[in-house]
């Protein structure tokens, strides 16, 4: 159990690292600039409080300095402290001189620290929305839309905020520590153990807050969810409360967890409270071991007045960074869990893993072979379902609610893969043709179709990668009983649809979506119940004109509507997972069956009259079981005749 | 997302409306200010110390002042230490206490609200509001003013210091002041410009995400991946463009300050070196101003922050402040205002009416021009069920949001009893009514909280008895925890039928006077939808009711039917006339009848 854990968390630490990776492509080499350069900066600013002791020991105080051969020997040419005395402008310029070179440095770190995270947040996005297209078909039933866009948005945010200071800046603690404590030791090594020994108390102190704040943040987002939760629920349930005049009630109820929210937000505010105070009292108390020894010795004349301040800068540089530390590795914290959120995503398994290579003409008959299939294991839906639909036939499927007519239409586009048994079209198994090929040459229009907050034009374009031509547009818009839709907006086909613009109802979007199919010009058009939201006229109407524009091509076609289904060249009925009866309308009226039913339930009402229909409807069961009970006896006949 | 203009000149008006709660913490922000100077003074005093020892102890050889030395220097840094964590708390719970009183006050007013807001306003866009906006609103007010008050007292005060010791000096040190406040001012003004852009493109990727992810079955189905993969990296690469442009700007600004800061320290350190040469200057104080020039500059970059996330505030602000001021479009009238005062003084329960409904020449119009009704009359005895028919958007929840007082009449008027219904109190009115959607909503909490909506009085029995009505009872106990089961979010733990009837139990244990029934376009299965049946025939019974209905056993027993078409009454009565009529109705019901029964043998 322990071993498998940690090997779970192994695996986790690589995919984090294996993703960032990945995420920095194209700028690595920035990130590696930008740390050289925030390197170098810390190394410059160790070097001004040098200035200062050379100004104050040797320049204003006339004693000998150590220095490196080579800068003692360019200064003895100069002329020394001597001539830098007449002259202490050169050190106000030297010192200055080193704030432009580390300000320098800094705009180099900045530009392309920020220039490399802008490119890895490019990259993760991209990466990222590709997924979503790349992601199985079923994968979207139990999607939770509103935190895969979270993942997209804010984690990706998340890791650019990181990447573009922090990520750096620990180089930056790191460098500045190293060169600080060389320099300190190479002035004087007692001073340099008066002046480091709290750091390391800081750096587990910022540790052990670390470990104690997760905690607590983990609590105050959890408060604020369940506020934005019981929010959306009254503002979704808002007739609901007026209507029973329950304002009072919502607000305790909202009151409370509004408090709640507050009184841990609090409490994680005054752990940073805690954290910055003893930190700073801490940092604070390293520089006062440094003014007292430095004073003392400085005194005695152990060391110069000049290795006294410079101790005093060089100490309460390196404190700043030290003491970020507790907020960097918070930050650090939440940008590993963003990073796992974002991991978690890309490492779905890709819809196109498993893809055939060949891209036949799919003009040919349509063989349903045995075909198994189950949503959920266990729970089959299609249980050897075999018919075939040869070309150029329009077929219409019938079933029962759940009977598995929509799992059956997805197969044929292999947005699901039969479980058992096989798919052919032509003589190839689907399983053999590449997805993209297939789709594009089985026009599947959905029950519910989708929009994009575009214009008309560029939604239906879509269907031909974006390249439609007028003529093709108009052609398809006609077929598809759009043009009159078209008519009534503002900006035709400019007009941008879906959220952010005009509302299409059902039946306008239905026509759109079968007109953005027919432009692919399919080879294989499938409707799956996509004209149930238009009116039964309009939808004869557009089964003509579909019959006119592109008679010959296959067509399979799911619905309820005795109409269509009358019209089509068979109907094949689906019951308990298998095809129950196959025929033509003439065919399946004379035999008992679903079909029958259906199909007595219309002719019913016009032998029954309305009066009776109207007491019917008081009872619509009955009615059901009474066809159930009149099959039975058909049944029981038919098997007598055959006997 | 709406564009925001951040070149609009600073709003008072807007500030005060989001000011105002700050007022309840006007002590702690007193104490604040005086706890941010302190720390700040403390922060300015400190060059000065090191310089004192550096002189008076050191150069001057008085180790025996050390000790004195160092009890000063531990008084001062233990009480930064206490000041720091007093001032973070206190920053907290002014920030907090804002972000909860703001909120709470925008939703108060979101409860008084007409339904008029509701539908022209998103709920997405009221969550922003309440959430995000107020959030960063509270953070700025406490936080900024943190940021301020430190940064600003300390320079002034590192400033004075340095002044009373050395004048000269002190204005040749802080000469660098003058083009650093040039250089803020532009790269503030060009960074509002660049980061404008940066979140207009940032909301554009949001969404497209959000349709991406919720359009790519779609996608799926017309092998449109590469049309989308193309779009949406025109936006990143946009993003990507945007965000580096602004970034090179901050990344100047920053260097920029640090890199003066030092000119300024070179400066001293060239002036006061002549100085403490020439044996004007102390070392101590020629050290102090070092330092002190180094430090000075630190709070720079926050204060330009602060202007900025101030100007980017004000958006925020201005949308908050407008949702908390919204004006409720029904509200009670003087007189109605007094009837409910002396209700509620005496104690006494809201009076029960009787149900009778009168529409007396009723128009109305969502849209002001556009109207939806017109001149429309009808009297409603009290008992009797009315049931609205129609196609979607015919215009069925039109009446039922004029009955309910959800909307009010543009001309006409509607009258209760007898009276006409804007002169009852609001609350009269809906204690006298029951809502009960098919599509029903319930709340996170436990069927018998749920149950207990209808009537927030009733004890475990009369919920029980309700639910034993309309015959919810027997899946209830069946349920793991009877009547103490969580329902889940939205009712989502239970069934659509099992929800109808929590709904029906709620709405019987309210026992109104008026009910208002929308029900379910699709159907449950065949036997909840027989349970649930029975108990909308009783909860009908007795009471008026409007029924905005899909089923046909419904509608043939109601007592009117109102057939809806556009916006109007088409037709009206009861379902013989209607039928015998031979009008929209007959066609209608054709079409209902149909999909029923063949939604019966296809369920």
Not at chain 1, 393 to 411: M, R
Not at chain 1, 420 to 439: E, F, T
Not at chain 2, 69 to 76: F, G, S
């Amino acid at each position: 159990m322990k071993a498998q854990h940690e090997n779970i968390t192994t695996h986790r630490k690589t995919t984090r690292l294996a993703i960032l990776w990945q995420a920095l492509r194209g700028s690595r080499a920035l990130f590696v600039g930008a740390t050289l350069a925030i390197g170098l900066a810390a190394l410059v600013s160790v070097i001004d409080p040098l200035i200062l002791r050379y100004t104050l020991d040797a320049v204003l105080g006339g004693q000998s300095v150590d220095l490196p051969g080579w800068l003692d020997s360019l200064l003895e040419r100069l002329g020394g402290g001597s001539y830098l005395a007449r002259n202490v402008w050169l050190c106000g310029l030297g010192f200055a001189a080193a704030g432009l070179v580390y300000g320098l440095l800094m705009f180099v770190r900045g530009l392309l620290a920020s220039t490399a995270a802008e490119k890895t947040a490019q990259n993760l996005r991209e990466r990222l929305f590709a997924k979503v297209n790349l992601l199985p078909y079923r994968y979207f039933a139990k999607a939770n839309t509103g935190d895969l866009v979270q993942r997209c948005t804010s984690d990706v945010e998340t890791i650019r905020r990181f990447m573009a200071t922090q990520f750096v800046d620990i180089g930056r603690a790191l460098a500045l520590l190293v060169f600080t404590v060389i320099i300190m030791f190479r002035i004087d090594r007692g001073m340099t153990l008066v002046a480091i020994p709290i750091i390391p108390v800081v750096i587990v102190f910022s540790y052990v807050f670390f470990l104690r704040i997760q905690k607590a943040f983990a609590a105050s987002d959890e408060a604020e969810g369940a506020l934005s939760g019981t929010l959306q629920e009254i503002l979704q349930g808002v007739r609901v409360v007026k209507a029973f005049a329950r304002q009072e009630f919502e607000r305790g109820r909202f009151d409370e967890r509004n408090r709640h929210y507050t009184g841990v937000t609090r409490r994680l505010i005054d752990l940073f409270g805690w954290y910055w105070s003893i930190s700073g009292w801490l940092c604070m108390a390293q520089t006062g071991a440094v003014l007292v020894a430095g004073a003392l010795w400085a005194g005695s004349g152990r060391i110069s007045v000049g290795t006294f301040v410079v101790f005093l800068a060089l100490v309460s540089r390196l404190m700043w960074p030290v003491r970020q530390l507790g907020r960097t590795l918070t930050d650090l914290g939440k940008t590993l869990v963003a990073l796992d959120r974002v991991g978690i995503l890309l490492a779905e398994p890709s819809e196109y893993d498993d893809d055939g290579h060949l891209a036949p003409d799919l003009d040919g008959a349509i063989e349903f072979d045995n075909v198994h299939f189950a949503w959920d294991a266990g729970m089959p839906v299609l249980k050897g379902v075999s018919f075939t639909v040869a070309a150029g036939e329009t077929v219409a499927i019938l079933g029962k609610t759940g009977a598995g007519k929509t799992a059956l239409v997805q197969l044929l586009a292999r947005l699901a893969e039969p479980d058992k048994g096989s798919i052919r079209i032509g003589g190839v198994d689907i399983r053999r043709v590449a997805k993209r090929h297939l789709r594009n040459q089985v026009g599947l229009v959905p029950q519910e179709p989708f929009l994009f907050s575009r214009t008309m034009t560029e939604n239906l374009a879509m269907a031909r990668d974006g390249q439609a031509d007028q003529a093709a547009l108009l052609q398809a818009a006609a077929t598809a009983g759009l043009s009159g839709v078209l008519e009534k907006l503002d900006k035709g086909w400019d007009t941008v649809v879906g959220e952010e613009g005009v509302t299409l109802s059902g039946g306008q979007r239905q026509r759109a979506a079968i007109a953005r199919v027919l432009l692919k010009r399919p080879a294989v058009l499938v409707l799956d119940d996509a004209l149930s939201a238009v009116d039964t006229e309009t939808d004869s109407a557009i089964r003509a004109s579909l019959q006119a524009d592109r008679g010959g091509i296959t067509t399979l076609i799911v619905s309820h509507r005795m109409t269509t289904l009358a019209a089509a060249d068979r109907i094949v009925v689906l019951e308990d997972g298998v095809v129950s009866a196959i025929g033509t309308h003439a065919e399946l009226v004379a035999r008992p069956g679903l079909y029958k039913r259906v199909w007595d339930i219309q002719r019913g009402l016009e032998a029954v009259g309305l009066d009776d229909a109207a007491a019917l409807a008081s009872n619509p069961e009955l009615l059901g079981l009474e066809a159930e009970a009149d099959d039975q006896a058909l049944e029981a006949d038919a098997a007598g005749a055959v006997a | 997302m709406e564009e925001v203009d951040f070149r609009q000149p600073f709003k008072l008006a807007t500030w005060r409306g989001i000011l105002k709660y700050a007022l309840p913490y006007k002590k702690s922000f007193g104490l604040l200010v005086g706890m941010m100077m302190m720390v700040a003074g403390i922060d300015a005093l400190s060059p000065f110390v090191t310089g004192w020892v550096l002189d008076d102890v050191i150069i001057a050889s008085r180790p025996d002042l050390l000790p004195r030395a160092l009890v000063v220097y531990l008084v001062m840094v233990s009480l930064q230490a206490v000041v720091i964590r007093l001032f973070i708390g206190m920053a907290g719970k002014i920030e907090m206490g804002m972000n909860y009183a703001i909120r709470q006050a925008a939703f108060d007013r979101l409860q008084e609200l007409s339904f008029s807001y509701f539908d022209k306003t998103g709920s997405g866009w009221i969550m922003a509001r309440l959430t995000s906006d107020i959030g960063k609103l509270a953070d700025i007010i406490a936080w900024g003013a943190v940021d301020m008050v430190w940064g600003g007292t300390m320079m002034l005060a590192m400033a004075g210091l340095m002044f009373a010791r050395d004048w000269k000096l002190a204005l040749v040190t802080l000469s660098v002041v003058v083009p650093l406040l040039v250089v803020s001012v532009l790269v503030e003004r060009a960074l509002m410009e660049r980061s404008r852009l940066v979140r207009k493109t940032n909301s554009k990727i949001t969404q497209a995400f959000s349709e991406g992810i919720r359009g790519a079955r779609v996608v799926k189905t017309l092998a449109a991946e590469g049309v989308q993969n193309r779009a949406f990296g025109e936006l990143s690469l946009t993003m990507r463009r945007a965000s580096v442009k602004q970034a090179r700007l901050s990344a100047f600004y920053l260097p920029v300050v640090i890199a003066l800061g030092y000119v300024g320290t070179g400066l001293a350190l060239w002036q006061g070196g002549g100085s403490v040469l020439a044996g004007t200057l102390s070392y101590g104080t020629l050290v102090a101003f070092v330092f002190s020039a180094l430090q000075f500059f630190d709070p720079v970059t926050d204060l330009a922050r602060i202007f900025a996330d101030v100007q980017y505030a004000q958006a925020s602000a201005e949308r908050v402040v407008g949702l908390i001021e919204a004006q409720p479009d029904i509200v009670d009238s003087p007189e109605a205002l007094a009837r409910e005062k002396a209700r509620l003084a005496d104690g006494s329960a809201v009076p029960r009416l009787s149900g009778r409904v009168e529409f007396r020449n009723v128009s109305f119009a969502y849209v002001p021009g556009l109207e939806v009704l017109k001149d429309f009359s009808l009297d409603v005895a009290a008992g009797t069920t009315v049931a609205l028919v129609g196609e979607t958007g015919s215009g069925k929840t039109t009446i039922v949001n004029l009955a309910c007082r959800f909307y009010e009449p543009t001309a006409g008027s509607i009258r209760l009893d007898g009276q006409d219904y804007k002169e009852l109190p609001l609350a009269w009115l809906h204690g006298n009514l029951g809502y009960v959607l098919q599509q029903p909503y319930l709340f996170s909490g436990t069927v018998r909280e749920n149950i207990r909506y209808g009537k927030l009085t009733a004890s475990d029995a009369q919920a029980e008895q309700a639910s034993r009505l309309v015959k919810a009872h027997d899946f209830i106990v069946d349920l793991e925890h009877g009547y103490d089961s969580p329902v889940g979010e939205g009712g989502s733990l239970l069934s659509t039928g099992q929800k109808q009837l929590v709904s029906l139990a709620r709405a019987v244990l309210a026992d109104p006077a008026i009910l208002v029934l929308d029900e379910a376009t699709s159907s449950v299965d065949t036997e909840t939808e027989r349970l649930v049946q029975d108990a909308i025939d009783l909860v009908l019974e007795g009471r008026t009711s409007f029924v905005v209905a899909h089923r046909l056993s419904t509608i043939v027993d109601a007592d009117l039917i109102l057939v809806m078409k556009d916006g109007q009454v088409r037709e009206q009565g009861t379902h013989r006339e209607l039928l015998a009529m031979g009008g929209y109705y007959k066609k209608l019901f054709e079409a209902q009848f149909l999909e029923e029964t063949e939604a019966a043998v296809l369920a």
